[in-house]
């Protein structure tokens, strides 16, 4: 056998749309949730997903549809 390199990178071919974020902004960490309710913490989630890029790796269309639920312009490149 032997070990074969896959890059399961997301190569981006376009530059961003205006106000896209263009470095990561880091998060919180808590270990119990801030809010009991789940609208708020949807929210919360949905904000950090607007403050950040989407990673650069096969969870990129996932962050990108969340951008779209948060009212942002997705990376469509």
């Known amino acids: ?3 074969a390199k896959v890059d399961y990178g997301f190569p981006v ?7 896209y974020p263009g470095e990561p902004a880091p998060d919180d960490y808590a270990a119990e949730p801030f809010s009991p309710e789940f609208a708020d913490r ?3 989630f949905l904000d950090h997903v607007k ?3 989407a990673p650069d790796s096969l969870k ?5 549809m969340a951008r779209l639920a948060a009212g942002g312009t997705p990376h469509e490149g």
Do not use: D, L, S, V
């Open 42 to 44: 949807r929210q919360a």
């Open 51 to 53: 403050r950040n890029p």
């Open 13 to 19: 071919r376009t530059p961003p749309p205006p106000g």
């Open 60 to 64: 990129a269309p996932f962050h990108e």
């Open 1 to 3: 056998m032997y070990a």
